[in-house]
Nanobody, 125 residues
Framework: DVQLVESGGGSVQTGGSLRLSCQAS????????LAWFRQAPGKAREGVAG???????AAADSVKGRFTISRDNAKNTVYLQMNGLKPEDTAMYYC????????????????????WGQGTQVTVS
């Protein structure tokens, strides 16, 4: 199994920055697509960004140019650097792993991701 633990959430003002981290552990965790999802109150969970084993990354249109996903396989960690935060970015952010692929499929379907962290809250005011 893969275990995922997020950290780095918090409260910031509009225009501020945060960096989320997700520590992964478990069998062959470095060979997975890793992604960030978020869920705001009353809304469906949505994919934010994903990154494959080879570093190829993709991001949702709503965060392109502001959020950057990266991974350090030596540290078993995936990061989400969030700049230019807006109130609409307020949500619980979840790290997820797709153990069936080394790349991330387009569209960020939740059904592809079998492993999830507990989430970290981001609040922008």
């Amino acid at each position: 199994d893969v275990q995922l633990v997020e950290s780095g959430g918090g409260s910031v003002q509009t225009g501020g920055s945060l960096r989320l981290s997700c520590q992964a552990s478990g069998y062959h965790h470095s060979a997975y697509c890793l992604a960030w999802f978020r869920q705001a109150p009353g809304k469906a969970r949505e994919g934010v960004a994903g990154i494959g084993t080879n570093g190829v990354a993709a991001a949702a249109d709503s965060v392109k140019g502001r959020f950057t996903i990266s991974r350090d396989n030596a540290k078993n960690t995936v990061y989400l650097q969030m700049n230019g935060l807006k109130p609409e970015d307020t949500a619980m952010y979840y790290c997820a792993a797709d153990s069936a692929r080394t790349y991330c499929r387009s569209g960020f379907s939740e059904r592809d991701f079998g492993y999830w962290g507990q989430g970290t809250q981001v609040t922008v005011s």
